[in-house]
């Protein structure tokens, strides 16, 4: 069997480039934690 490790992988900055990689990234068995700040995470506040 294979020994899978799980990894905890930070997206710093969630625009269109972070956003989508981490869309990607989330279909995997990982943690995945999206950092934004200023306009962008007003509208994803506001959003989602």
């Given at each position: 069997m294979f020994n899978q490790r799980l990894v905890k992988i930070l997206i710093y900055g969630t625009g269109g480039?972070?956003?989508?990689?981490?869309?990607?990234?989330?279909k995997t068995n990982h943690e995945i934690f999206f950092?934004?700040?200023g306009k962008t995470l007003k509208k994803l506040e506001k959003n989602g």
């Open positions: 480039i972070g956003g989508f990689i981490g869309t990607f990234l989330l950092l934004s700040r």
